[in-house]
């Protein structure tokens, strides 16, 4: 089964930061572009679906080169993530769906620090697709649970003041203990972004409650929400 539950060895240079090797968190990326992004396949009517997150406050920020050290801090932030379209149920996976067209959108806002440098990301998402042989999206209504493979995003990075901008390609997890392999005691949302102008690889993680993930204390976000609402026949 795959696990999400990033079970990445830790060394502890301080009590706010930690050293994430992030040789692991790449190859999970790799088995959910596998697992997740399949030819379409699906049984049943034609129908629709919205699936949402979104989340204030605490979170967990990783950041930094994947293919070398990456460093964990705690922050504060927001994000907000829409997507919908039409959807067609797997026909190997009872509840599950995939999104036959698509139309996602939000933003995030995160601030944290590290040592003297103060960070602040600003990031806008949108990505839009019809029915390909490939879709990026599947969804589990009735665990209000979802995950994005591919999306693209317009990113702002200022440290200390200066600021530098990029885009690229990201991921959005949006998961309940037990579903789509996580084996977390808790909801998260995980949104992953790869800026290549920028060398930088950023993971924002925002968790219902307060829960130790593989070793990393992950704080309760003041406000909280994963929902998937589906219409149609099946």
Request: charged fraction near 15%; proline fraction near 5%; glycine fraction near 10%.
């Amino acid at each position: 089964m795959l696990k999400l539950g990033w079970t990445t060895k830790l060394n502890r240079p301080a009590p706010e930061i930690v050293a994430l090797h992030a040789t692991k968190a790449i190859a999970l990326v790799l088995v959910l572009l596998v697992l997740f992004t399949f030819p379409i396949a699906g049984a049943g009517g034609t129908n629709k679906a919205q699936s949402r997150t979104s989340a204030t406050g605490s979170m967990i920020v990783v950041w930094g080169d994947p293919y070398t050290v990456m460093s964990v801090a705690v922050g504060e932030g927001k994000q907000s993530v829409r997507l919908q379209g039409q959807v067609v149920q797997r026909s190997d996976l009872p509840g599950f769906y995939v999104y036959t067209t698509m139309r996602l959108s939000g933003t995030s806002h995160v601030e944290w620090t590290s040592g003297r440098d103060a960070y602040v990301l600003d990031v806008i998402f949108e990505f839009t697709a019809d029915q390909t042989p490939m879709m990026p999206a599947t969804t589990l209504p009735g665990a209000d649970s979802f995950v994005i493979t591919e999306m693209l995003f317009e990113a702002t990075l200022s440290i200390n003041g200066q600021q530098r901008s990029d885009s690229g390609m990201g991921q959005v997890l949006a998961l309940a203990p037990g579903c789509f392999g996580f084996d977390g005691a808790a909801r998260v949302t995980v949104i992953l972004l790869y800026a290549p102008l920028l060398d930088i690889q950023f993971g924002l993680r925002w968790s219902s409650t307060a829960q130790t993930i593989s070793g990393i204390e992950h704080p309760a976000a003041e406000q909280f929400r994963q929902q998937v609402t589906r219409s149609g026949p099946g």
